[in-house]
């Protein structure tokens, strides 16, 4: 706990699970402090003429019982803790005057000189509670109980667990390309993995972060040799972790968004291997409105469509029903279908799609090579040639295309 050097205060954890507690007023103060609290098991009993929706909210679902009225002297009899929070400086300093006579810890919203505890900034991330006293700078407070719950969750913060930590196996969504856009949790899985086996779409620049005694192992050049890639990739999976070591499997994107982590999720079950999905944030959204695509638009398009573009239309091993998408009248948003774009565009429009739609091809996105290529589908195959557009790109066809800010255009 950090707290103001000029107004000490001795730091504790209240433990008030099944515990009395009253909470005098129900305004926007305790719309904030009531979910700690019914977090904490407290029983918590509320004392007040109005409260706001949210509150009333917890009262109707049982999380607090509501005494609808003012205070009265003697709604503090048994409770261990009492939070004093009305616009009436008169019953707050009633109310603070029977917690004092009944020795009951009293926090006030209004006066924190008269009060006898005061109210931290917390914050919570994997069983460790951060609590943050900076005496009359509630906004310090905040400020460093963020910074502190920040870089716990993204490992940039130095906390090692002393106690054995079970290894574990995690199938993490990277995002984009983009490290910021990474998960926190992934983060800081990341940060406890002793191995990482990571894909070439995957945050490339998070394995820099990585302390030297990681192993980083490159997923397209693992030695297969008569099996499949895949099949490869889930056996060092299982290979590592039936070695007691936490691996993390990094992912472009999201695991279940055309990254086959469903079967890396199946191969880790049949080996009896418990695993954890971290879903990641999939390029088809976040690469379009990075380029200042709204996949969707009230007015212009109120569906979007994300469809694999890896298999020709015209190729037998397609699953694509394209006759169907080109009757949509949504967004549709393509993943690795640059080099087959060309058909694409034309199978659309043979099955009757207009070939002056518009359609934007985002390379890189996220990441500082972003680049954009407008086209139609009319012109997409030479746009593409002319403009050396190459994968990674998100292809987007809609009218969404033509709603991009105009610093977004090209």
């Known amino acids: 706990m950090v707290e103001n050097a000029e107004q000490p205060a001795y730091p504790v954890g209240l433990r008030l699970s099944g515990r009395r507690v009253v909470v005098i007023g129900g305004g926007q103060v305790a719309q904030r402090r009531l979910p700690a609290l019914i977090a904490a098991g407290a029983d918590v009993t509320l004392v007040s003429p109005s409260a706001t929706a949210s509150v009333e909210a917890m009262a109707e679902t049982g999380e607090i019982r509501w005494e609808r009225r003012r205070y009265e002297e003697g709604d503090l009899a048994d409770a261990w803790y009492v939070l004093v929070a009305t616009t009436d400086p008169e019953a707050n300093a009633r109310a603070s005057a029977e917690a004092e006579r009944t020795r009951t810890w009293c926090v006030r919203s209004d006066d924190a000189e008269a009060a006898t505890a005061w109210t931290p900034a917390t914050g919570r991330i994997e069983g ?21 719950v920040e870089g716990l969750r993204d490992g940039t913060l130095a906390a090692p667990q002393h106690r054995s930590r079970a290894p574990f196996v995690a199938l993490v969504g990277g995002g984009p390309g983009d490290p910021d856009l990474i998960t926190v949790r992934g983060r800081r899985l990341l940060a406890e993995a002793d191995v990482v086996i990571a894909d070439r779409l995957g945050p490339r620049d998070l394995l820099d972060e990585l302390p030297p005694h990681v192993e980083v192992i490159d997923a397209a050049k693992i030695p297969y040799g008569r099996y499949m890639a895949q ?18 499997r990094l992912k472009g ?123 139609t589908l009319a012109t997409v195959a030479e746009r593409v040639r002319a403009e050396d557009v190459r994968p990674p790109a998100v292809i987007v066809i809609g009218p969404v295309v033509r709603e991009a800010p105009d610093g977004h255009r090209r």
């Open 128 to 148: 460790v509670t951060v609590a943050v006293l900076t005496g009359n700078d509630p906004r310090r407070s905040a400020a460093v109980r963020d910074a502190i």
């Open 231 to 248: 099949e490869a990739i889930n056996d060092a999976l299982i290979e590592h972790a039936r070695r007691g070591r936490s691996v993390v």
């Open 253 to 375: 994107g999201d695991p279940f968004v055309f990254g086959r982590g469903m079967e890396e999720a199946q191969a880790l079950a049949e080996a009896g291997i418990p695993c954890t999905v971290v879903p990641g944030i999939s390029s088809s959204i976040s690469v379009p409105g990075a380029a200042g695509i709204p996949v969707t638009h009230r007015g212009v398009a109120h569906e979007f469509t994300v469809v694999s573009g890896h298999v020709a239309p015209d190729d037998p091993r397609s699953l694509v029903d394209w006759a169907s998408l080109a009757k949509l009248r949504g967004t549709l948003v393509i993943l690795m279908g640059v080099d087959k774009i060309g058909k694409i565009a034309e199978a659309l429009v043979a099955h009757g799609k207009d070939p002056a739609t518009p359609l934007a091809l985002v390379q890189e996105g996220t990441t500082a090579a972003q680049r954009r290529v407008d086209a």
